[in-house]
């Protein structure tokens, strides 16, 4: 496929070696929040660098540091940086747990740009920290460029975390290597509700051991506590290698918070001595808008005005928009889900009409709608609830899926072409294409859905099929027991490939240790296909 030219992997190894440098050991571990007035020396940035929010012209630096700092940005068009272009960035402090971002404007679309981040003491600016290098590809201006990228999601999750004896998170460093042009994680990018121990011994006897912190042997309640959760997958040096080179963009779902949680829940969790999920989930919010870098407006979670969004749309040059739903936030209750009469639904009615608006007037060939959880698989919350879209019923649609019949009966009578589902959630992956003559619901066009993930946690059997949709499963790999362990298994990811002269987009989904297990070419303008 024609796409940029790639910088050789021997070539990063001076770009990153800031961040290549730093070994798991040697960063904070348990609160991580320096004595700021204790330290002496320089300030580090070791838990290296992020980049999200890239366009074709502006994008967002993330760093951390371990005292006080004046965060400083260079950028240039090679390693060298022999020509390069300064950002004087904010001071950084205990109000956000030392990180900070710094945006970037005026890039050069579609190019490389090489970053360094320095820190500086904030009472002499002669004193920095050793600098901490990473690259990033802006958006393409020209559609014969082309796009790829990747998504997965499920981080750390069942008990499984940054195992040591098998080298950490392995998979990110197989994602890294096929350099893509931004990584799309799909939600639970922490289990802020899932405790790890020391050590689980697997069924064949083997010994799973996990990294420990301290915000990671309970359940996150404080605001310090779900940061520990954010920081904890920092500690991984795949992560961190990972995130020197490819941009990111991130959405949440449950696991952030708690698991099933919706918003006005009152937890009955002998775990939790606060039991408002509304203030637990406010508490998440400000520890993701902390730890990654997401230009969305962070508020108070709670207040329709001031509340922290995550939905988002993100053009990606002219072959590609990317809108990136909030599942949780807007919510209704998690119910039998059989309500004849919901406007709430999954979205929220002022999400709702947000993406028929924006999916309206996007001019992208391809329309990718990045949700956190799946439209047509039944995810069960209890004995008699349901926790995402479907409920099981093949008949017409009911409860949540009201919302989604009004959006795909939208799509088709606005003759909205290109879109394309991807999602996690489930712990496995597959490809489903959902088709009006197979469905309860025939108001809408066909198109494809494809899941991924898990890229660190348990993997888990496949989910079954509700047919108000008419979803036919083409393709699905999965355990079949539950929570089977990383080293039992491979994690999944997913790729997807724009081609810069056809604009065909090609879906693979693939199984850590490099193997392709189901490839999908679609064609653009095309319906059904």
């Known amino acids: 496929m024609p796409h940029r030219p790639r910088i050789p992997s021997p070539g990063r190894r001076t770009v990153l070696r800031g961040s290549l440098l730093v070994p798991a050991a040697a960063l904070p571990t348990a609160a991580g929040a320096a004595p700021a007035l204790a330290l002496a020396g320089r300030p580090e940035a070791a838990w290296g660098v992020q980049v999200g929010s890239v366009t074709a012209s502006s994008a967002l630096v993330w760093v951390r540091s371990d005292r006080p700092a004046r965060m400083l940005v260079e950028t240039s068009a090679t390693a060298s940086f022999r020509r ?148 904890y997958n920092l500690l991984d040096d795949n992560v961190r290698r990972f995130n020197a080179q490819v941009p990111s963009v991130v959405q949440w779902d449950d696991h952030e918070v708690r698991n099933n949680w919706y918003p006005g829940q009152i937890l009955d969790d002998d775990r939790y001595t606060e039991k408002n999920v509304d203030i637990l989930a406010a508490r998440s919010a400000r520890a993701f808008h902390e730890y990654f870098p997401v230009s969305t407006p962070h508020g108070s979670y709670g207040s329709s005005s001031r509340r922290s969004r995550m939905y988002r749309t993100v053009h990606h040059g002219p072959l590609l928009d990317l809108f990136v739903l909030d599942m949780r936030s807007y919510r209704n209750r998690n119910s039998p889900n059989r309500q004849a009469d919901d406007t709430t639904g999954i979205l929220g009615a002022e999400q709702l009409s947000w993406l028929k608006r924006s999916l309206a007037q996007s001019r992208a060939v391809w329309k990718v709608i990045a949700a956190d959880m799946p439209l047509g698989l039944v995810v069960p919350d209890g004995a008699t609830d349901f926790e995402a879209v479907a409920q099981g019923d093949p008949g017409a649609p009911l409860g949540r899926e009201l919302q989604i019949a009004e959006l795909l009966r939208f799509i088709k009578h606005r003759k909205v072409t290109g879109t394309v589902w991807l999602t996690a959630d489930v712990h496995h992956t597959s490809a489903q294409h959902y088709a009006p003559e197979r469905a309860a619901f025939r108001d809408f066009a066909p198109f494809w859905e494809f899941v991924s993930g898990p890229l660190a946690a348990g993997g888990f059997p496949a989910s079954a099929l509700d047919g108000t949709f008419g979803p036919d499963r083409v393709f699905v790999r999965a355990p079949d027991r539950a929570n089977v362990s990383p080293m039992e298994s491979p994690q999944f990811f997913g790729e997807v490939a724009i081609d810069g002269e056809s604009a065909e987009l090609t879906v693979r989904l693939r199984a850590e240790g490099g193997a392709v297990l189901f490839s999908k070419v679609l064609r653009p303008g095309h319906i059904g296909q």
């Open 84 to 231: 390069s272009r300064s950002w004087y960035g904010p001071l950084i402090g205990p109000g956000s747990d030392f990180t900070g971002t710094t945006p970037l404007y005026g890039l050069p679309a579609g190019e490389q740009v090489h970053y360094r981040v320095t820190l500086a003491d904030p009472h002499d600016p002669r004193r920095t920290g050793k600098p901490v290098y990473g690259t990033f590809r802006t958006a393409p201006a020209r559609r014969r460029d082309g796009v790829r990228f990747l998504w997965s999601g499920d981080i750390a999750g069942q008990g499984w975390g940054i195992n040591p004896d098998i080298g950490g998170y392995r998979v990110y460093e197989e994602m890294r290597r096929l350099d893509p042009d931004f990584f799309l994680c799909s939600g639970d990018t922490v289990y802020a509700d899932g405790p790890l121990l020391p050590s689980v011994t697997l069924p064949d006897g083997r010994v799973w051991r996990n990294v420990m912190t301290e915000e990671k042997a309970k359940v996150a309640e404080t605001l310090d506590e779900y940061r520990g959760n954010f920081r």
